[in-house]
């Protein structure tokens, strides 16, 4: 990173890190997120065993990241995020936002989905074993069908999105130019 950058934030006293509440959920479902796409992406190659074991824990992380991004969520809007040092060019700061809100949805829209498709299904719903109420839902029906291919295809777009957020963290800590990955690495935070 740009050591002048860093100094001018520094020195005008303003602290340009995302609190560790803000590093901690982010780390923690990036993670979850990450490996629920991994499984949900590539699945059906693998033996019936592995596959229920593997669903089963897709399904426990997908029901702990849609609780987790409502308490992310109400963070993020009572906490003002950190600002850029250097501000970003208009269209980064665009884009940034935008792909921001996309993850978002997605991690409200995937679990709301997936939940509906369990719920169609004959198996119990289980969040690491704890048996969850379904809602009444016809596997087949409408619905469900709708459910299904949203969240195939979201899954999807969220796996784009991962790349696309990687990629560009990669770019900013390779240019060095600005603060954008160092503001929610762990190992300081924001009062």
Do not use: C
Not at 62 to 91: D, E, Q, S
Not at 111 to 122: E, Q, V
């Amino acid at each position: 990173m740009n050591s002048e950058a860093l100094s001018s934030s520094s020195a005008s006293g303003q602290n340009d890190r995302y609190h560790g509440v803000a590093q901690l959920l982010h780390w923690l479902m990036a993670l979850m997120i990450i490996t629920m796409v991994v499984i949900g992406l590539f699945h059906e190659g693998w033996t019936d065993e592995v596959k229920g074991v593997t669903m089963r824990l897709h399904k426990s992380l997908g029901i702990t990241v849609f609780a987790l991004v409502l308490i992310r969520l109400g963070w993020r809007l009572t906490h003002k995020p950190p600002p850029y040092t250097p501000p970003l060019p208009a269209w980064q700061k665009t884009l940034a936002t935008a792909v921001h809100w996309l993850f978002y949805a997605l991690m409200i829209g995937l679990p709301i989905g997936g939940y509906l498709m369990s719920s169609g299904g004959s198996r119990p719903m289980l969040w690491f074993g704890v048996e969850l109420p379904k809602v009444p839902i016809e596997r087949e029906s409408a619905l469900w069908e709708m459910a299904h291919q949203g969240h195939s295809w979201g899954g999807y777009v969220m796996a784009g999105l991962i790349v696309l957020h990687i990629t560009a963290a990669a770019y900013h800590l390779v240019s060095g130019f600005d603060n954008t990955v160092e503001r929610m690495m762990p190992g300081g935070s924001s009062d």
